[in-house]
T-cell receptor
Framework: GQQVMQIPQYQHVQEGEDFTTYCNSS?????IQWYKQRPGGHPVFLIQ?????EVKKQKRLTFQFGEAKKNSSLHITATQTTDVGTYFC???????FGGGTRLMVKP | NAGVTQTPKFQVLKTGQSMTLQCAQD?????MSWYRQDPGMGLRLIHY???????DQGEVPNGYNVSRSTTEDFPLRLLSAAPSQTSVYFC?????????????FGQGTRLTVV
Protein backbone atom coordinates (compact mmCIF):
# COMPACT_ATOMS: atom_id res chain seq x y z
CA GLY A 1 0.00 0.00 0.00
CA GLN A 2 0.89 3.63 -0.12
CA GLN A 3 3.59 4.69 2.30
CA VAL A 4 4.38 8.23 3.28
CA MET A 5 7.62 8.80 5.16
CA GLN A 6 8.61 11.99 6.91
CA ILE A 7 12.03 13.12 8.03
CA PRO A 8 13.34 14.10 10.43
CA GLN A 9 11.27 12.65 13.23
CA TYR A 10 12.41 15.36 15.66
CA GLN A 11 14.14 18.70 15.25
CA HIS A 12 15.43 21.04 17.91
CA VAL A 13 16.25 24.54 16.71
CA GLN A 14 17.24 27.80 18.31
CA GLU A 15 14.66 30.51 17.88
CA GLY A 16 15.45 32.38 14.69
CA GLU A 17 16.93 29.39 12.89
CA ASP A 18 15.30 27.85 9.84
CA PHE A 19 13.55 24.47 9.80
CA THR A 20 12.67 22.02 7.04
CA THR A 21 10.70 18.79 7.07
CA TYR A 22 10.53 16.40 4.13
CA CYS A 23 7.79 14.05 3.03
CA ASN A 24 8.35 11.15 0.63
CA SER A 25 5.77 8.83 -0.88
CA SER A 26 6.28 5.40 -2.39
CA UNK A 27 3.67 6.23 -5.04
CA UNK A 28 2.61 9.28 -7.02
CA UNK A 29 0.19 11.45 -5.07
CA UNK A 30 -2.83 13.23 -6.48
CA UNK A 31 -2.31 15.92 -3.87
CA ILE A 32 -0.63 16.48 -0.54
CA GLN A 33 -1.84 18.30 2.52
CA TRP A 34 0.07 19.64 5.50
CA TYR A 35 -1.25 19.85 9.05
CA LYS A 36 0.11 21.22 12.31
CA GLN A 37 -0.64 19.72 15.69
CA ARG A 38 0.24 21.71 18.80
CA PRO A 39 1.18 19.69 21.91
CA GLY A 40 -1.99 18.24 23.40
CA GLY A 41 -4.06 19.51 20.49
CA HIS A 42 -5.58 18.24 17.30
CA PRO A 43 -4.29 18.51 13.72
CA VAL A 44 -5.10 21.77 11.99
CA PHE A 45 -5.01 22.17 8.23
CA LEU A 46 -2.24 24.37 6.83
CA ILE A 47 -2.29 23.95 3.08
CA GLN A 48 -2.93 21.67 0.11
CA UNK A 49 -0.68 21.24 -2.93
CA UNK A 50 -2.03 19.73 -6.13
CA UNK A 51 0.18 20.64 -9.09
CA UNK A 52 3.55 19.19 -9.97
CA UNK A 53 6.32 21.56 -8.85
CA GLU A 54 3.89 23.77 -6.97
CA VAL A 55 5.25 26.22 -4.40
CA LYS A 56 3.04 28.05 -1.92
CA LYS A 57 3.94 30.49 0.82
CA GLN A 58 2.20 31.45 4.03
CA LYS A 59 4.18 34.19 5.74
CA ARG A 60 7.32 32.40 7.01
CA LEU A 61 6.20 28.97 5.76
CA THR A 62 7.07 27.71 2.27
CA PHE A 63 5.54 24.51 0.90
CA GLN A 64 6.76 22.63 -2.15
CA PHE A 65 5.40 19.71 -4.14
CA GLY A 66 7.93 17.74 -6.15
CA GLU A 67 7.94 17.54 -9.92
CA ALA A 68 7.15 13.83 -9.79
CA LYS A 69 4.45 14.40 -7.14
CA LYS A 70 6.12 11.89 -4.83
CA ASN A 71 7.71 14.28 -2.37
CA SER A 72 7.03 17.52 -0.59
CA SER A 73 8.68 19.83 1.88
CA LEU A 74 7.76 22.46 4.42
CA HIS A 75 10.32 25.14 5.22
CA ILE A 76 9.94 27.61 8.08
CA THR A 77 12.15 30.70 8.00
CA ALA A 78 13.30 32.23 11.29
CA THR A 79 11.40 29.95 13.64
CA GLN A 80 9.48 31.34 16.58
CA THR A 81 8.30 29.64 19.76
CA THR A 82 4.78 29.69 18.33
CA ASP A 83 5.95 27.26 15.62
CA VAL A 84 6.35 24.49 18.20
CA GLY A 85 4.34 21.40 17.33
CA THR A 86 4.25 18.40 15.07
CA TYR A 87 3.93 18.88 11.32
CA PHE A 88 2.28 16.14 9.30
CA CYS A 89 2.02 15.58 5.60
CA UNK A 90 -0.97 13.63 4.33
CA UNK A 91 -1.10 11.97 0.97
CA UNK A 92 -4.06 11.18 -1.16
CA UNK A 93 -7.60 11.50 0.17
CA UNK A 94 -6.57 11.67 3.83
CA UNK A 95 -5.73 8.02 3.83
CA UNK A 96 -2.06 8.11 4.64
CA PHE A 97 -0.40 10.29 7.24
CA GLY A 98 3.32 10.68 7.44
CA GLY A 99 4.82 10.00 10.87
CA GLY A 100 5.22 13.71 11.50
CA THR A 101 8.14 15.92 12.43
CA ARG A 102 8.12 17.28 15.93
CA LEU A 103 9.60 20.76 16.06
CA MET A 104 10.99 22.13 19.31
CA VAL A 105 12.18 25.73 19.48
CA LYS A 106 14.55 26.98 22.14
CA PRO A 107 13.99 30.64 23.00
CA ASN B 1 -20.18 26.94 14.75
CA ALA B 2 -19.32 23.67 16.49
CA GLY B 3 -17.38 21.96 13.65
CA VAL B 4 -16.46 18.41 14.68
CA THR B 5 -17.50 17.38 18.18
CA GLN B 6 -16.14 14.30 19.89
CA THR B 7 -17.37 12.82 23.14
CA PRO B 8 -16.15 11.88 25.64
CA LYS B 9 -12.85 13.77 25.95
CA PHE B 10 -11.42 11.22 28.39
CA GLN B 11 -12.36 7.63 29.13
CA VAL B 12 -10.93 4.79 31.19
CA LEU B 13 -12.11 1.27 30.38
CA LYS B 14 -11.42 -2.11 31.81
CA THR B 15 -10.18 -4.85 29.52
CA GLY B 16 -13.11 -6.53 27.84
CA GLN B 17 -15.53 -3.64 28.19
CA SER B 18 -17.19 -2.14 25.16
CA MET B 19 -17.93 1.48 24.45
CA THR B 20 -18.82 3.91 21.69
CA LEU B 21 -16.87 7.05 20.87
CA GLN B 22 -19.18 9.67 19.44
CA CYS B 23 -18.38 12.01 16.57
CA ALA B 24 -20.71 14.60 15.10
CA GLN B 25 -20.18 17.33 12.53
CA ASP B 26 -22.46 20.18 11.55
CA UNK B 27 -20.82 21.17 8.27
CA UNK B 28 -22.76 18.76 6.03
CA UNK B 29 -19.52 16.99 5.13
CA UNK B 30 -19.75 13.77 3.17
CA UNK B 31 -16.41 12.33 4.25
CA MET B 32 -15.71 11.30 7.84
CA SER B 33 -12.92 9.24 9.32
CA TRP B 34 -11.45 7.92 12.55
CA TYR B 35 -7.77 7.88 13.43
CA ARG B 36 -5.77 6.72 16.39
CA GLN B 37 -2.57 8.40 17.53
CA ASP B 38 -0.12 6.62 19.76
CA PRO B 39 2.57 8.51 21.71
CA GLY B 40 5.16 10.08 19.45
CA MET B 41 3.55 8.67 16.36
CA GLY B 42 1.50 9.83 13.45
CA LEU B 43 -2.16 9.20 12.86
CA ARG B 44 -3.32 5.83 11.61
CA LEU B 45 -6.62 5.48 9.82
CA ILE B 46 -9.08 3.09 11.46
CA HIS B 47 -12.27 3.43 9.38
CA TYR B 48 -13.70 5.98 7.04
CA UNK B 49 -16.97 6.82 5.34
CA UNK B 50 -17.59 8.60 2.05
CA UNK B 51 -21.27 9.16 2.80
CA UNK B 52 -24.24 7.97 4.79
CA UNK B 53 -24.57 4.21 4.60
CA UNK B 54 -21.04 3.70 3.24
CA UNK B 55 -18.06 2.74 5.36
CA ASP B 56 -14.70 1.14 4.68
CA GLN B 57 -11.68 -0.08 6.58
CA GLY B 58 -8.49 1.84 6.98
CA GLU B 59 -5.05 0.73 8.04
CA VAL B 60 -5.90 -0.58 11.55
CA PRO B 61 -9.59 -1.63 11.66
CA ASN B 62 -9.35 -4.72 13.90
CA GLY B 63 -11.29 -4.40 17.14
CA TYR B 64 -13.37 -1.47 15.91
CA ASN B 65 -16.75 -1.12 14.22
CA VAL B 66 -18.36 1.90 12.62
CA SER B 67 -21.67 2.81 11.06
CA ARG B 68 -22.92 5.90 9.25
CA SER B 69 -26.68 6.17 9.42
CA THR B 70 -26.72 9.96 9.01
CA THR B 71 -24.44 12.51 7.38
CA GLU B 72 -23.79 14.15 10.73
CA ASP B 73 -22.77 11.22 12.93
CA PHE B 74 -20.00 8.65 12.71
CA PRO B 75 -19.65 6.64 15.95
CA LEU B 76 -16.71 4.32 16.60
CA ARG B 77 -17.40 1.19 18.64
CA LEU B 78 -14.82 -0.75 20.59
CA LEU B 79 -16.18 -4.26 20.82
CA SER B 80 -13.99 -5.67 23.61
CA ALA B 81 -11.40 -3.18 24.81
CA ALA B 82 -7.76 -4.27 25.06
CA PRO B 83 -4.77 -2.42 26.54
CA SER B 84 -3.36 -2.12 23.00
CA GLN B 85 -6.27 0.18 22.23
CA THR B 86 -5.03 2.77 24.70
CA SER B 87 -4.57 5.78 22.46
CA VAL B 88 -5.87 9.18 21.46
CA TYR B 89 -8.68 8.93 18.94
CA PHE B 90 -9.46 11.67 16.44
CA CYS B 91 -12.48 12.02 14.23
CA UNK B 92 -12.21 14.12 11.09
CA UNK B 93 -14.55 15.33 8.40
CA UNK B 94 -14.18 17.01 5.03
CA UNK B 95 -16.37 18.17 2.21
CA UNK B 96 -15.69 15.26 -0.09
CA UNK B 97 -13.50 12.23 -0.41
CA UNK B 98 -12.62 12.86 -4.02
CA UNK B 99 -12.56 16.63 -3.72
CA UNK B 100 -9.41 16.50 -1.58
CA UNK B 101 -10.50 19.34 0.62
CA UNK B 102 -9.40 20.54 4.01
CA UNK B 103 -10.16 18.16 6.86
CA UNK B 104 -11.46 19.34 10.21
CA PHE B 105 -10.54 17.37 13.29
CA GLY B 106 -12.32 16.97 16.59
CA GLN B 107 -10.58 17.68 19.88
CA GLY B 108 -9.80 14.00 20.42
CA THR B 109 -10.77 11.31 22.91
CA ARG B 110 -8.05 10.09 25.24
CA LEU B 111 -8.78 6.46 25.99
CA THR B 112 -7.00 4.32 28.56
CA VAL B 113 -7.68 0.59 28.80
CA VAL B 114 -6.54 -1.03 32.03
Amino acid sequence: GQQVMQIPQYQHVQEGEDFTTYCNSSTTLSNIQWYKQRPGGHPVFLIQLVKSGEVKKQKRLTFQFGEAKKNSSLHITATQTTDVGTYFCVGGNMLTFGGGTRLMVKP
Amino acid sequence: NAGVTQTPKFQVLKTGQSMTLQCAQDMNHEYMSWYRQDPGMGLRLIHYSVGAGITDQGEVPNGYNVSRSTTEDFPLRLLSAAPSQTSVYFCASSYGFFMNTEAFFGQGTRLTVV
